[in-house]
């Protein structure tokens, strides 16, 4: 899978930006070949809101670029805001016993690594940090994004409430410190946001 991710800072209408999600990309989209999936998670009190697309294969993503740069354009002049394209494969997703839904936190976590790494990397991931993900309580889905190319990335984990995601966050630290040490990952910034709005 390959992903887009649309995002603005400094909306100025959040609700209104969703609506024009639901009833205006959402539509468009779904006839393009390939696609998979949107998202739309937020932060209301900063007025940064992504919408991330999933594609079947990086060429049903490139296909659909002259669309997303249409709606951009017509968001940007609604709303209002900087916008922000970037682009990955989908490496991972999995997701607990419940779905992600809206209401949702997420928690998105910049991480680069030497493109060399970037397999064994995703293996260790997968086998060693998503498990002990899904057993923590609260726990609705992770998702590891990457270019291979520089080695550049984020993972996104959703969380029922407040009170998981704040447990997962005080894990979490030891295994950041761990892979810095033992495996070459650099950690950039991290955001806490609202999951608003899912379709597949």
Not at 54 to 59: D, G, Q, S, V
Not at 94 to 105: F, I, L, M, N, R
């Amino acid at each position: 899978m390959h992903v887009r991710v649309n995002t603005a800072t400094g909306a100025s209408d959040i609700d209104g930006a969703i609506r024009f999600v639901e009833e205006t990309v959402l539509p468009e989209v779904r006839e393009h070949k390939g696609f998979a999936g949107l998202t739309v998670s937020g932060n209301r009190s900063t007025g940064d809101l992504s919408v991330l697309t999933i594609w079947e294969t990086e060429a049903d993503r490139d296909a659909s670029e002259g669309l997303s740069e249409k709606v951009r354009t017509e968001a940007v002049e609604k709303f209002g805001g900087q916008m922000r394209v970037e682009r990955y494969e989908q490496a991972l997703f999995e997701t607990g016993d419940v779905p992600p839904g809206p209401g949702a936190k997420l928690h998105i976590r910049e991480v680069r690594m030497n493109p060399a790494d970037v397999d064994e990397n995703l293996a260790f991931f997968r086998e060693s940090v998503v498990p002990d993900m899904k057993s923590t309580p609260g726990f609705l889905g992770v998702r590891q994004l990457i270019d291979r190319k520089t080695g550049e990335g984020r993972v996104g984990s959703v969380w029922a409430d407040e009170a998981s995601l704040t447990a997962q966050l005080e894990k979490s630290e030891q295994r950041r410190a761990a892979a810095a040490t033992e495996r070459r990952v650099e950690f950039g910034d991290d955001s806490i946001a609202d999951v608003l709005f899912i379709a597949r």
